[in-house]
């Protein structure tokens, strides 16, 4: 088992930039891909942006350019910068680790609890 800890939401103002961070609480397995998701009120939990242990990343459309997806494996923490945050970007954005123990082997999957984040004015 793997628990994720999230910190660094919080309130920020259109324009505004926020740096969210996630610590795993062991050592994830060389095969994983470690992401953040958000889910609005009264939406469904959507990708925002992840990173493979290769260290190649993808994004969501809507964050590309805006929101960098960054990670220090030996700490285990993944980390999101968001920059010009939006409105639309308000969400409880989730942390989630998937990894597995070689390359046949099946994945397994953590999400943290969540942190808010809100642009508004």
């Known amino acids: 088992q793997v628990q994720l800890v999230e910190s660094g939401g919080g309130l920020v103002q259109p324009g505004g930039s926020l740096r969210l961070s996630c610590a795993a609480s062991r050592s994830i397995f060389s095969i994983n891909v470690m992401g953040w998701y958000r889910q609005a009120p009264g939406g469904t939990r959507e990708l925002v942006a992840t990173?493979?242990?290769?260290?190649?990343?993808n994004y969501a459309d809507s964050v590309q350019g805006r929101f960098t997806i960054f990670r220090d494996s030996p700490k285990n923490t993944v980390g999101l910068q968001m920059d010009s945050l939006k409105p639309q970007d308000t969400a409880v954005y989730y942390c989630?680790?998937?990894?597995?123990?070689?390359?046949?082997?099946?994945?397994?999957?953590?999400w943290g609890q969540g942190t808010q984040v809100t642009v508004s004015s």
């Open positions: 989630n680790v998937r990894e597995r123990a070689h390359i046949l082997g099946p994945w397994q999957e953590y």
């Open positions: 990173v493979t242990s290769g260290g190649s990343t």
